[in-house]
Structures are given as C-alpha cells and as structure tokens.
C-alpha cells in the first residue's frame, strides 16, 4: 500500500498579545525550522458593522481546513465576501450594518522570519528588531464611510505586533473634516521607524484629494518598507471558489492556460495544459477522479481541428466515450475542484463555497480526505450544509454563523460536531454511505492509520468514525448486525480497532469472537511508532542537530525497564476488574423468589471479599503477572510499556518541545519505512484486499 509524502508541521512565533494555538510551538527559534508555513498567511479576519454583523473574529491556523457552517441566508457568504475585499477582488455594496456610520474589515497576517528579518533590514536599524516579537503579524484594515456605502481597495489603517509586543498602529489616513477634501496622513518612517522611547517613529502629512487620496501604502510610494508589496504577493496566491461554477461547454476552443477561472470557464484548457506540460500531474487527476468516482471512466481529452472536449473513455467498452457534461453536474464540480486542489500552490489561501454541491455522500467523504492532504500547506476556508464534511473534520476547526433578530455571528463549536449538525438540521450519514465502516478510538489513531493507508480518507466507499475510546468496542458487533439487517445488499462491513491495554484474555477473546474487533498486539497504537529511525527523522532536537536512531533506542529501552513495575501495577488493577454487586443472573433470581429487602442485603453482603481476602488475592495476582511480564520482558518490552509515555519522555530528554500524539505521531507513521505488518493484514482484510 502507498504511504503518504511526509510532511512537517508548522511551527510558528506569536505575538505575546495573540492567543496562541496550542498545536504550535511559540518559540523564537522554532520558527526556522517551519516547513509548512513558506509565506503570509492570513492570521485573523475582524468584522465591525459589516452587512449583518454587528462583530465578528475568526482566528485561522497557517495551514488545513475551517469550515463555516450555518442556514441559509445566516451569513455565510459575507465571510467569504468580506475575503474578496481583503483581496481586491470586490468592492461589495451596502457593506454597512444597519444604522451604523462606518463597516470595516481587517486581516491579520502572519509573518514568516524571512519575511521579518526583510522587514528588519529594510529598516536600516535591525538591531532593534532582532529577538523581539516586532512584525510577527501586520493588519491590514479596509473601511467605508462614503456615499455608496461601499468598502473600497483603500487601506485606512495598518497595525503591527511591535517590538514589546503591543499592537502599533504605524499608519492611518482619515479625512480633515466632513466636508474637506483634506485628508491626514500618518505612516511610519521607513529610515528612522524606532523614536527613542521605543514607539514607531510616525511621519504626518496633509493630502488635498477627492473621495481618496493615493494611498500611502501602494508600491512605490517610497516609505521604505515593503507593506504593499507583501499583500500583493498574498493577493495572486488567494482564489475564491463560488458556489455557481458553469464550467465549460461540451466542446470548446483549443487552448491552453495555467491559472483555473472562478467560473471553471477554462477548464477543458487547463486540463490540455496539464496535458502537455505536467503529463505527471495528468496521471494524478486521472487517478483521483477515478478513485473518487469509482468506474466514472479514464479522464481524457479529445481533440478535433481546432477544439477539444473532456471525456471519459468507457473502462469496459474501449470503443464509448462520454462527455463530460452528459455524466451530471457533480462530475464536473469535482474535476474542478480537484483541478483547483492539485494547481494552487503552497501558501495560497483557497475559498471554496459548498464544494459538496451535486456529490454522493461518499463522494464527499473522499474529497475531504483529498482537501485535507493539499490543506497541509496551504488554507483552505470553506462554506457547506454537509455533515459529511462537518463530521469529517476536528470541532476547533468548524465555525457555526447563525442569525437572529437580523444580526449575524459567528462562533467555534465546543460541543461535539453534531452541534453544527443540528444547527443545520441534518443528521450523521456515514453508515448509510459506506461499504466498509472502521471504527477507532479517537482523533490521533485516525490520523495514523490515515497517514499509513491513505485510501482510508480517499476511497468513498470506506468511512472512518470515532468510537470515542476502546470500551465502546463491546458495542461493534451490535452496530455491525444492524447494519447487516438494514442492508438487503449485505455488502457493508464494520471493524473496531481497539488497543490492547491491560485486558484480560477472557475479554480479549470476547471481543474478537465477535467478529467486529481487531484488539492490537501490542499495548496501543502508539507502541508501534517506537521506530527509533522514524522517531529520529520526525524529532525536533533543542540544539537543531539530529538525534542518532541509535540513542533513541538505548533510552527507549532504558526508560522502558523503569516503567515496568507500572505496566505490572495496571495489569492486576485490570484483572481485578469492578465488584459487581449484583449481576442480571442473582437480579432474576432474586426477583422469581420475590426477595425481601433483608433477602437482598444478605446476597449483596455476601460478594464483598473481607480485606484478608482482598489482600490475598491481590499478593497473588501480583506475584503472577510479576513473573509473566519478567520472563517476556526482554524480546517484548516495546509491545508492554506505555508507547505514549516511552514518546513522551522521549521528547522531553531530546527535544525543547512537548510530544503531541496528533502532531507529532503522525509525522513519526509518515517517516515509518512501512506500516506494521500486523495492521497492515487487518485494514487488508477490512478492505477486501489481496495482500
């Protein structure tokens, strides 16, 4: 099976007076080894008074997916709007919320350390700026206040994090007077920005001008740092998808481009330009909208004098094609959207709306997963209705806008995704969509065995769920022959992969002579990320050297033995198990004889062990897992010992940051030569693949 390219994760330096995600570290230093984060990036977005909302903040990771949720007509579209603004691309009209004297919109950006030691240089006085959080974002405000109530390409003000870590506002221009054509410009001095009490050094300046003066932010202007010339550059990089895509006619002019429309106009173009110059490229979006949209047929382009249509060549009938606008609209909303996906380059922002549009729940499914792999080095803000989606992706990451009394806001789910679900009035439609139903126990074992087989995010006939941790696996067969009762096809198949813990073997067998549960042999998921060479290639050590596979090794083998007493302790707490007081056999017992209340007390009185027999038993228990784990120890200490702890300690004795099982775990599968053999035949087996 094919592993995923490994990836590094962003590592970003905040400005003290942001709230920092705890997914990325905040060290100064740390930003240099960032892989992902290559280029501005939009930080945080602010609405005052904008259309219908009164306020609103939505605060961005430098990379993956935010989702925005809502009903319609809850203002949704706004956001997205509000992003076109910040672009250049649109100058919408009757942007102000009602009764209010002026509406803006500001983007915050981050900065990479290139982009800031730029700045520093630019400056003249770097010494200043060196090792201190200036620049690490600047924010960009557009505001209306005239006649037409539009927001205009403008810029009225421009914020930074400055070098004690305050914002600064280093330039601003507003008008002299209501009815003066006179405007005032401040913007802070390029040659001499530090006045000696540390604060910007501010020029001022009048403008006589009509409804705007030039901006004293524009290319060229000569204030010496490159402002404009950073947005700019983020502006060619930012590409907004909305809902309506025509897209192409059944047979256009023969031409190439590089660059996908808006519209998808262009898209029989692009795809002869990928044709011709990145046959690479063709190859993977054959392959993608076939894994997509199984038995769709082979992507083609058909050429006749001066045109061209799309097609798919018939898999089992060599001799029929069909074009592309006789297969249904969700067959060219997704080309285009994997078109769009696989062209946009690193550290672009992409805005799509309601990419679900005309797609089979499935269909959904495997486009997320493909988002989501191109989301790792670039943004991805996208509008939807589908719980496929909502329900595919982490909470933090979706944003539910609601509208009430006229008033739109925006907020975070802090509930489980159903929270969106229900904001929508939809409901979870994985089961009813899938061949193949694995269940896992959480965020970061999906992740894994994602980053291990791919196919599980990409193939539209395999759903992976959240069992919401192992106990849950008892209940697999339960929803496993509900499924197969609900489906005539009996086609569907569920899996729980569950770790192994300290279970009892009894338990064990039980949950596999259900069928529906793969129990690990090893302790938990993260016991097979002990691969010191991987570890090695995936571990950010305090002194930027790398950490020989060999030391990893020897101290994940020493902490090991120091951890095995505990691994003895959980083992007899397991067995020990929970009293059970009364069980479904004495309750029927008891009720058949009609049982007094003193009858009752006796049976309960009489299953609690005396503290001499507590005692005894546990002596016992433990002088038996005791030899049991000292005679396996040796060959089998990676496969008992806490794998999160063994990674944990790891981290800490190698490296300045914490282990993060989402983070750090899957870049550890990512670097994995293969995937373990065990699991290997298990998601095999799952999926109805030939090993």
């Known amino acids: 099976m094919a592993l995923l390219t490994p990836s590094r994760n962003a590592q970003l330096f905040l400005c003290t007076s942001r709230r920092a995600n705890s997914d990325y570290p905040t060290d100064a230093s ?90 520093f240089e630019k400056s003249g006085t770097p010494a200043q700026f060196t090792g201190s959080p200036a620049f690490e974002w600047i924010e960009w405000t557009f505001t209306s206040n005239s006649p037409d109530d539009s927001i205009h390409r403008h810029i009225s003000q421009l914020t930074t994090c400055w070098i004690d870590g305050s914002e600064q506002v280093i330039g601003y221009e507003h008008r002299s007077g209501p009815s003066s054509a006179q405007w005032d410009m401040v913007w802070m001095d390029g040659s001499t920005p530090v006045k000696h009490d540390g604060k910007p050094n501010l020029n001022h300046q009048s403008h006589p001008g009509g409804d705007r003066p030039p901006s004293f932010l524009e290319a060229g202007s000569g204030y010496g740092l490159p402002f404009q010339t950073l947005l700019h550059r983020w502006r060619t990089q930012y590409f907004h998808f909305p809902v309506h895509r025509p897209g192409i006619q059944r047979s256009e002019q023969l031409r190439a481009d590089i660059r996908l429309a808006a519209t998808g106009e262009n898209l029989s173009a692009v795809l002869l330009g990928l044709n011709t110059n990145n046959p690479a490229k063709w190859l993977r979006l054959q392959e993608l909208i076939s894994t997509v949209v199984p038995e769709v047929g082979r992507l083609r382009l058909s050429t006749k004098d001066s045109s061209v249509q799309v097609v798919f060549d018939d898999e089992y009938s060599g001799a029929l094609s069909h074009n592309l606008k006789d297969l249904g609209s969700g067959v060219e909303q997704l080309l285009l959207t994997l078109v769009l996906g696989m062209s946009q380059e690193q550290g672009s922002l992409i805005a799509l709306e309601e990419p679900e549009t005309s797609l089979h ?64 009035g939809v409901r979870l439609t994985d089961v009813l969509s899938a061949e193949r139903i694995l269940l896992v126990e959480g965020p970061s074992d999906r992740d894994v065995l994602q980053a291990w087989f791919p196919q599980l995010a990409t193939d539209p006939r395999v759903a992976v769920i959240l069992g919401v941790g192992g106990d849950n696996s008892r209940l697999a067969h339960i929803l496993n022959e509900w499924v197969q009762k609900a489906d005539r096809l009996g086609v569907r198949k569920v899996l729980f992969i569950r770790d192994r813990d300290e279970l009892a073997s ?140 063994l990674l944990v300690a790891t981290w800490s004795e190698f490296s300045s940051g914490r282990f993060s099982k989402k983070r750090d775990g899957v870049r550890i599968a990512r670097n994995m030569t293969t995937p373990p053999l065990e699991i290997t035949s298990a998601i095999s087996d799952f999926l109805g693949i030939a090993q």
């Open 506 to 645: 009894n338990q064990i067998e039980r949950l596999l002579s259900k069928g529906s549960v793969h129990v690990l042999n090893r302790r938990e998921l993260e016991n097979y990320l002990l691969d010191s060479q991987a570890i090695s290639l995936t571990l950010p050590s305090k002194n930027g050297e790398s950490i020989a596979p060999e030391s990893i090794e020897r101290f994940l083998r020493e902490h090991a033995n120091e951890l095995r007493d505990r691994v003895v302790l959980k083992r007899v707490c397991a067995r020990l198990g929970a009293l059970v007081y009364v069980d479904h056999e004495l309750r029927a017992s008891l009720s058949s004889k009609g049982a007094t209340a003193e009858e009752l007390i006796d049976a309960v009185v009489e299953r609690i062990p005396s503290r001499d027999q507590m005692a005894q038993d546990i002596r016992e228990l433990w002088a038996e897992e005791s030899r049991a784990v000292v005679e396996s120890w040796d060959d089998e200490w990676a496969s008992l010992a806490p794998g999160e702890e």
């Open 361 to 424: 729940p499935g269909a959904q499914r495997a486009l997320l997963g493909h988002l989501s792999e191109w989301a790792e080095e670039r943004q991805f803000i996208i509008t939807t209705h589908s719980p496929v989606l909502l329900d595919g992706l982490q909470r933090a990451a979706v944003k539910v806008v609601r509208r009430e009394n006229g008033q739109s806001s925006i907020g975070s789910v802090d509930s489980p995704a159903v929270d969106a679900l229900q904001e929508l």
């Open 30 to 119: 740390s930003i240099k080894h960032s892989e992902r984060v290559t280029r501005m990036w939009l930080q945080r977005l602010t609405l005052m008074n904008y259309k219908a909302f009164p306020q609103a903040t939505i605060d961005f990771a430098p990379a993956g997916i935010t989702l925005i949720a809502g009903a319609n007509n809850s203002g949704k579209s706004s956001i997205l709007a509000a992003l076109d603004v910040v672009s250049g691309a649109s100058l919408p009209s009757h942007a102000r919320f009602r009764g209010a004297a002026e509406a803006s919109v500001s983007a915050r950006f981050g900065l990479t350390m290139d982009e800031r030691v730029t700045m």
